[in-house]
């Protein structure tokens, strides 16, 4: 066996497995190998479930010796980032306030790709809570960005996009609320996907805003981030926003598709002229294989980040109420002590809580406060279904949306953290997807000072089939250029 394991696609690793090129087995040990040489650089995984892994392998390889049709994911190693829940082992959502918590059941995303019979490498480092652009705020370590590890690999998916860009999983889970999927996507070089909200369960997701949260996949190509997302999309019982996919119109590729272009998009201070060009290549490549640009505008999208800004936090501050320190997770009530019980409230979430989830609790419980709720969180949401019915009208003259997926290349350690603001606004072009519950892709367009730049796409609600058909279609008419 060598390496070059670790760098197959899914159908590639299915092809290779059902012929018997090399069994699961090997290819689970090549990837635990790899991880236990370059993740004490790179930093992706918080936890390894390295022995559930072997032993799923081996069920897998029983299958393929006895016959049995497989699905695609059969045997495929992946990562989970580590706020959704795989039973029985830890689940810290890169909190001190989760640090000992272990899973009691299986998040629906987990119970699927079990009866796709994935194999689960293990739990990827996170922004705490999810709650940050560049995995700094994880409570353990940061994640460094393996193209350029002096820089930060995105967030709050960065475990998981690091660890499918440096090949320690072939693909893996994260979560997107406003870019967390596709943001570190773009930083690493690799493809992010964010559904429709509902298209996916949340089922076992730890809660960051749940009108916004959505499970999705990393993988290294659009056709990987297909087979994944048809693995884990599906209505559940237990999520009542889950949904089954409608009907609507798709597109089969580039040829006569319209794709808009918002203005509002490419005239933003800071932007990176490398990004923009590299952009405004793919947009040339996308025209050059038959697609037909369209100018558009999607007027409200300088409101997104405000909108979101209030929105999120008043959803944070409801669902982090739980955290107490009393029903579990960290605590600092000691039996026998003198402590009223607001002491063990207080003390318990002042330590058990970083700094930006406690600014974000701060500023959720103020939006939603007496006297200030109609006059932030009411206007928010307002504003909210108009960034909505901005893309509702785009979409009547448009099939596909294409924009830079951020406005800079991934930044060094540091760069942003004393200053928020400057961190919030990496989001500000994944941001609107999210507040309109729109499926969005970000996939790999170009290099600016040798660092990737991300391209995403935006499809109307529930026309996946319509990103991945004109995402594969540019990946192949560019061969990543």
């Avoid at 019979?117 to 705490?128: A, I, P, R, S, W």
Wanted: proline letters at 4%.
């Amino acid at each position: 066996m060598d390496n070059k394991l670790i760098t197959l696609s899914i159908k590639q690793a299915h092809e290779k497995l059902i012929t018997k090129e090399f069994s699961a087995r090997e290819l689970t040990k090549e990837h635990i190998a790899h991880i236990e040489k370059t993740d004490g650089n790179i930093r992706a995984y918080v936890s390894n479930t390295f022995d559930d892994a072997l032993a799923e392998a081996d069920r897998v390889d029983e299958r393929i010796r006895l016959g049995d049709v497989l699905s695609p994911l059969a045997g495929i190693p992946a990562a989970i980032k580590d706020n959704i829940l795989i039973r029985g082992h830890r689940a810290t959502a890169g909190s001190k306030m989760l640090e000992t918590y272990i899973a009691s059941y299986d998040a629906t995303v987990i119970e699927r790709l079990r009866k796709q019979q994935t194999v689960f490498l293990g739990k990827t480092n996170m922004d705490e809570f999810a709650m940050g652009s560049s995995t700094e705020n994880s409570a353990f370590f940061p994640t460094k960005n393996p193209v350029d590890v002096s820089r930060v690999p995105g967030g709050s998916s960065g475990g998981s996009a690091a660890a499918v860009a440096s090949h320690q999983a072939v693909f893996a889970l994260g979560s997107d609320t406003g870019g967390s999927i596709r943001q570190p996507a773009s930083f690493c070089g690799v493809v992010g996907m964010k559904p429709t909200y509902g298209a996916v369960s949340r089922h076992g997701l730890m809660a960051m805003a749940s009108s916004l949260d959505q499970i999705g996949p990393i993988t290294r190509s659009v056709e990987d981030a297909e087979l994944v997302f048809q693995a884990l999309a599906g209505k559940d019982p237990f999520d009542a926003t889950s949904v089954t996919a409608r009907s609507v119109p798709v597109i089969k590729g580039l040829r006569g598709a319209r794709i808009g272009v918002p203005k509002e998009y490419f005239d933003v201070e800071g932007m990176d002229t490398g990004v923009r060009a590299s952009v405004e290549r793919a947009l040339v490549e996308m025209e050059k294989a038959g697609a037909k640009l369209v100018a558009i505008s999607l007027p409200n999208t300088k409101h997104a980040i405000s909108v979101y800004y209030i929105i999120m936090p008043a959803e944070v501050s409801s669902n982090l109420a739980r955290y107490d320190g009393i029903r579990y997770g960290y605590s600092t009530y000691k039996a026998g002590g003198d402590d009223v019980l607001a002491d063990v409230y207080e003390r318990s979430r002042s330590e058990g809580f970083g700094k930006e989830v406690q600014r974000r609790i701060m500023l959720g419980t103020y939006v939603l406060s007496a006297g200030y709720y109609d006059a932030y969180y009411k206007k928010a949401q307002q504003v909210r279904t108009k960034i909505k019915e901005d893309f509702e009208k785009a979409f009547e003259n448009v099939d596909i949306i294409a924009t830079p997926t951020t406005p800079t290349s991934a930044f060094r350690f540091g760069e942003k953290t004393k200053d928020p603001l400057s961190m919030y606004l990496e989001d500000i072009f994944t941001i609107p997807a999210n507040l309109a519950g729109l499926p969005a892709l970000s996939l790999p367009c170009g290099m600016t000072n040798g660092l990737p730049v991300g391209l995403q796409l935006v499809a109307p609600w529930f026309a996946e089939e319509s990103i991945f058909a004109v995402g594969k279609e540019y990946e192949h008419v560019t061969r990543g250029v």
